[in-house]
């Protein structure tokens, strides 16, 4: 079975800082996908970024970054230079890849972002 | 680009009453999934279609049914509504089951 953990429910970050989302993961799949979603206030689900296990460098996409640390598995979320446009809900998710959960995302609980002036 | 749409985009329903929630891709995705979401628990796969003509089971599958008769919609039917059903949904699709999933609009169900 897959988990995904997220620890933080709620954070606050000040505009133009860095603010690091906790995801942590336990899997049985030898390879495996971990995604990043945003879910502003609206209502929809926006894919940010993706890491497959076995990829040799950290996923960046534009001031996402994810800082992936498989032996401690774990995935955190770095936004850089926080925008009042950032303030969402964060979801963490995974799948398995080339195994029977590759349909099936797992989701964590979700983080919440503020971002203040 | 209109990508997934969803319809109804909110809905109110009585339970026992039967509801179907449509989805429709223009992207030519093979596989397409419904999840709902609600507080507390983050977003739960009920079914997916790996491609048209087959259907799986995922995490919340009873009191739902789906069928993917073509490529492009995967309808998503609550046989008789009970309240515990009132949720948001969301479909999404991908190109193959191996790739990112993207996500409709969501559609918010209400059962009383």
């Known amino acids: 079975a897959q988990k995904i953990t997220q620890t933080q429910p709620g954070m606050f970050v000040q505009e133009k800082e860095a603010v690091t989302l906790d995801c942590t993961y336990d899997?049985?799949?030898?390879?495996?996908?971990l995604f990043w979603y945003k879910q502003p206030s609206s209502g929809e689900m926006i894919f940010l970024i993706y890491?497959?296990?076995?990829?040799?460098q950290n996923a960046t996409e534009g001031r996402y970054s994810l800082n992936f640390q498989k032996a401690r598995k774990s995935a955190n979320l770095v936004i850089s230079a926080s925008q009042l446009g950032d303030s969402a809900m964060y979801f963490c998710?995974?799948?398995?890849?080339?195994?029977?959960?590759?349909?099936?995302?797992?989701f964590g609980t979700g983080t919440r972002l503020q971002v203040t002036l | 680009i209109a990508g997934i749409t969803q319809a109804p985009t909110s809905q109110i329903l009585a339970a026992g009453r039967r509801m179907t929630l449509r989805c429709t891709q223009d992207?030519?995705?093979?596989?397409m999934y419904w999840y709902r979401q609600d507080l507390g628990l983050g977003l739960r796969l009920i079914h997916y279609?790996?491609?048209?003509?087959?259907?799986g089971k995922g995490e919340v599958p009873d009191g739902y049914s789906v069928s993917r008769a073509n490529t492009d919609d995967f309808p998503l039917t609550l046989a008789s509504a009970v309240p515990s059903q009132t949720s948001v949904y969301f479909c999404?699709?991908?190109?193959?089951?191996?790739?990112?999933?993207?996500f409709g609009p969501g559609t918010r169900l209400t059962v009383l």
């Open positions: 999404a699709s991908s190109d193959s089951t191996e790739d990112t999933q993207y």
């Open positions: 899997t049985s799949d030898p390879s495996y996908g």
């Open positions: 890491q497959g296990s076995y990829d040799q």
């Open positions: 998710a995974m799948r398995g890849i080339n195994t029977g959960t590759a349909s099936k995302l797992t």
């Open positions: 992207m030519r995705h093979n596989a």
């Open positions: 279609s790996n491609t048209a003509g087959t259907t």
